[in-house]
């Protein structure tokens, strides 16, 4: 009991002291996390009006399987992205396995499903009324795309920040295709699964105190937006 | 030439028929009013004029051309017109960005668009909320909005779906007031949907009744409101009184008209023998209580059944052997002392009544003619 109570005190330490490992382990986590949320949203939103704009034969299984893939286990997604980017995968040759690029491919394709599917849902919240006065206004197809992405900005900022919230605290994807290397791929997720197997409790306590608060402002964002 | 023209329209929602056969063509600067209860296929028939949906059979035409089922075109012809739809849909941005939406979609330059929202805010009164968001409007500041937003584009033709429903006196007022402006100054072709008769009278240089998806009379405010074309329509524009009868005899453009118990004259030229209803507005009827002398030539003894207040007039229910209904000032009910089983006299003009024949009404013709 002592020992974690100490662990405990010397990972407060390693915070208030503004430890360089655990900053550098957390900015890179907020910038892989970051980076690879901002690039599925950029894939997500366009992609996700022109699935709710148009409608074609298989729609809705087309939903209900991206419904299905917001619980998309991480080690699935990692050993995909694994296997694409070994040296015999058909990616090999790009030789970016086991780097942070890697690690953005890998969170992207986790996000995907629930950033597609939330801005699909945030673009039905939008009625049907002020589409037709968009378009009796005289938007062209993409202009009403734009003005219904305007129209749901709250659902759809939601949906991103849900993601980044997924992006950030998955382990099993960062694990499998980052390496976990000091320096370069770590994490706070990956950390704190090493450390603790190691032993060493306080890297761990404090890296998980940040990821708790972290999650905290998330959801405080969250909750904001969905006042509006 | 006409601007819009509309060829043997129909329309269905899955299996049901909403239009049916409609034809009508709408010159440039005209007013035309759609007029029919609600549930007749107004706002569809808008809607497909507006390119909104594609008709079911049929052509519409825009200044000459038929449009495309799809494409780049569609766009084109719509950003030539504007539709208010009858609940107003405000974006959820500024009042301004609202305003400004129509224009920025059509290129139209900033320090132009600045400019013409800022003139079309004046116009509408709305200039004071210019960066309020534009939800926490009232019912009628979003009403103004909206057509302000679809006004300021300077659209060819203004599409109008119950542009007053549901709004008190004033906004009611406020909201004519500026598409009086837009007829006058604009010369802007508009066609409003409608259930508010006198707001198609006063506005409309031509108005269509739509009763049940089909158009069934079209003609000027007073040939609709005072020569119907049949007994629904009749009905709808408020001509209460309908009372079957057959024409008895026809001199000098008066004819008799037999109801069973009694003689009704009219000014017609309907030939003797026919079978018709005989229409008359409650608003045309007299009470007195005395045989009066004035010039009316029908005059009935009757026994008051009920009386309604609707406000400033009073509806009274009168029992002559056949029913009337005839509406009053609430000044004259108060003094003639109208209450149940008074006995009056109900006089009405051989010109306020409407001769509509029975059988075969595609055959107007000699209705046309009076």
Known sequence: MTEIWHALIRAIELLVSLDPEVMEIVWRSLRVSGISCLLASLLCLPLGSLIHFHSFPGKRALINIIQTLFSLPTVIVGLFVFVLFSQAGPLGKAGILFTPTVMVIGQMILITPLLLGFTISALSGVSKEIVDTATSLGASGFQTALLMLKEARFAVLAAVIMGFGRALSEVGCAMMVGGNIKGFTRVITTTISLETSKGELELSIALGIILLLLALVINIALNRLQQR | ?370
Request: glycine residues 8%; positive net charge.
């Open chain 2, 1 to 370: 030439m006409s601007l819009i023209k509309v060829v043997d329209l129909s329309h269905n929602y899955s299996e049901r028929r909403v239009l049916e056969n409609i034809t009508l063509s709408i010159a440039k600067g005209e007013v035309f009013a759609l007029i029919g209860p609600t549930g007749v296929g107004k706002t569809t028939l808008l809607r497909l004029i507006d390119l909104l949906e594609i008709p079911s059979s049929g052509e519409i035409y825009f200044d000459g051309r038929c449009i495309p089922e799809s494409g780049k075109q569609r766009v084109e012809i719509r950003r030539r017109m504007a539709f208010v739809l009858q609940k107003p849909q405000v974006f959820n941005l500024s009042v301004y960005d609202n305003i400004a939406c129509g224009l920025r979609w059509r290129g139209e330059k900033k320090d132009r668009i600045a400019e013409k929202v800022d003139r079309i805010l004046e116009t509408v009164d709305l200039r004071g909320y210019k960066n309020r968001n534009a939800r926490t409007l009232s019912g009628g500041e979003a009403q103004r909005l909206a057509l302000a937003r679809a006004a300021v584009v300077e659209p060819e033709v203004l599409l109008l779906d119950e542009p007053t429903a549901n709004l008190d006196p004033i906004s009611t007022e406020k909201i004519e007031q500026f598409i009086s402006y837009l007829i006058r100054q604009r010369n802007t072709t508009i066609i409003m949907a409608t259930h508010d008769m006198s707001q198609g009278q006063h506005l409309a240089d031509k108005i269509g009744v739509l009763l049940n998806g089909r158009i069934v009379q079209i003609g000027d405010a007073r040939e609709v409101f005072r020569l119907p074309q049949d007994e629904e329509v009749a009905k709808f524009v408020g001509m209460e009184n309908i009372i079957a009868g057959r024409v008895t005899a026809n001199a000098g453009g008066i004819v008799m008209v037999d109801t069973g118990n009694n003689v009704i004259q009219a000014v017609s030229g309907c030939p003797v023998g026919e079978e018709v209803n005989v229409g008359i507005r409650p608003e045309d009827i007299i009470l007195a209580l005395s045989k009066s002398e004035s010039s009316a030539r029908n005059c009935f003894r009757g026994e008051v059944a009920k009386v309604t207040s609707l406000g400033p007039v009073s509806r009274v229910e009168i029992n002559c052997g056949f029913p009337l209904v005839a509406l009053v000032t609430r000044i004259s009910a108060e003094v003639l002392n109208l209450q149940n089983g008074r006995e009056v006299y109900a006089s009405f003009k051989a010109a306020g009544v409407h001769l509509i024949r029975k059988e075969n009404r595609q055959n107007l013709s000699w209705q046309r003619r009076q």
